[in-house]
């Protein structure tokens, strides 16, 4: 009895060491393991322009999942408020660490063309995400949204609330549109100014301040608070009150520009019970469907970065295997030294009438998100 007793005294720490040794092996061995399949992971470098701005959350989130469901690891960075050294830098420090593909979103598409030649030099594939990077040969493929169907949206808009077609007014607009080193701003304002230019030639649409170039509507980085300083100006230089001249419309190229309008025309006593002016948008940003809701915007478009991301997201898995990705343009895009193939996906138009059918049914937001 005693002889098993201290059996046991020997047995039982012995099994406990055995035990610990063993779970102890284990967890290196699999520590050990997932070190060895990162070390063989792919790795995509994605680097999104500003955190302060809804769409690049939403896109950065969407493109670092879908990535990742793919089996790539993501190295996801954004350039702070939109600094264009910040990305310049953050590129090169992904180009150093070898990562396979890079997915960018310029700040500014004339800036990258040094450290371009870095990633070609290393034999990184880049991929230009929404917008086009200009003066470089490095770029792979271009995904984004049909940005002068877009413009053409917001022109036609205008035209339909304002009966432009049927009515003789004439009718007073205003613009604001993105600043002329983001590619995209020449498509937005060229589509809106593609459907508006002929009844503004006839006269049924007067520009008082008569600025209708991008230099002159251009919004450095899309900041609402420039914008919102640029529709001051336009207000106290022709008087755009209720019961001063009339404003029927501002053609506003995305969402923080026509959120920085709206503060101003607020403020000079707007409101939609006076006949708020017609203004348009693009992002579906959380704070524009309330404004849709309440009737200070009147339209807004839907680019799905759930879809983009998908699209990008099988360029790199084609760049990766050596096929080719589905594209469906092979024209349009011009970017100083070629034409990059593209994948362009279909915006939709966004009223208070159906944003909850779009939005809400497609899980994009919930009811409570507003
Ligand atoms: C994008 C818009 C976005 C804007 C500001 C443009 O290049 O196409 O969707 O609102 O940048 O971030």
Redesign the pocket.
């Known amino acids: 009895m005693f002889a098993q007793k201290n059996n046991l005294f020997v047995i039982i720490p012995a099994t406990l060491l055995c035990l610990a040794l063993f779970f102890c092996c284990k967890k290196q061995k699999i520590e050990d393991q997932n070190e060895y399949s990162q070390s063989l992971k792919i790795v995509v470098g994605v680097s999104m ?2 955190t302060i ?1 809804q ?2 959350q939403k896109d950065g989130a969407s493109i670092k999942s879908q990535l990742e469901t793919s089996g790539y690891a993501v190295d996801l960075q954004y350039a702070g408020e939109n600094d264009v050294s910040l990305q310049i830098n953050q590129i090169k420090t992904m180009i150093s660490d070898k990562v396979n593909v890079l997915v960018i979103t310029a700040i500014d598409g004339n800036s990258l063309t040094d450290v371009l030649k870095e990633a070609k030099n290393n034999n990184i594939p880049v991929i230009a995400y ?2 086009l990077i200009m003066s470089t040969d490095a770029l792979s493929y271009y995904a984004t ?1 049909d ?1 002068n169907k877009i413009g053409q949206l917001h022109g036609q808009f205008i035209a339909d609330k304002l009966g432009l077609e049927v009515l003789k007014g004439p009718f007073y607009l205003e613009a604001i549109t ?1 600043p002329s080193n ?1 590619n ?1 701003t020449k498509f ?1 304002f060229g589509g809106a100014l593609s459907v508006l230019q002929p009844y503004i030639d006839r006269g049924t649409l007067v520009v008082n301040s008569k600025q209708l170039t991008i230099s002159d509507c251009g919004i450095d980085k ?1 900041l609402t608070g420039t914008a919102r300083a640029r529709m001051e100006r336009l207000i106290q230089n022709n008087n755009y009150r209720p019961g001063g001249s009339k404003l029927d419309a501002v053609l506003c190229s ?3 520009l026509a959120l920085g309008a709206i503060e101003a025309l607020k403020a000079a006593g707007w409101s939609p019970s006076s006949g708020f002016p017609v203004i348009t948008g ?2 579906c940003d959380r704070e524009t469907i309330r404004n849709l809701i309440e009737g200070y915007q009147g339209m807004s478009v839907f ?1 799905d970065t759930r879809m983009l991301a998908a699209k990008t997201a099988r360029m790199v898995d084609a760049l990766i295997k050596g096929v080719t990705p589905e594209i469906n343009d092979t024209i349009t895009f011009y970017n100083g030294v070629s034409v990059v193939p593209a994948y362009l996906c279909e915006p939709l138009l966004i009223t208070a009438e159906n944003y909850r059918e779009i939005l809400i049914g497609s899980n994009y937001y919930k009811e409570s998100d507003f």
Do not use: A, E, H, V
């Open positions: 322009p500003s701005m769409r690049w929404d917008r949204f940005n993105g983001d995209n937005l899309w995305n969402d923080t693009q992002d680019k």
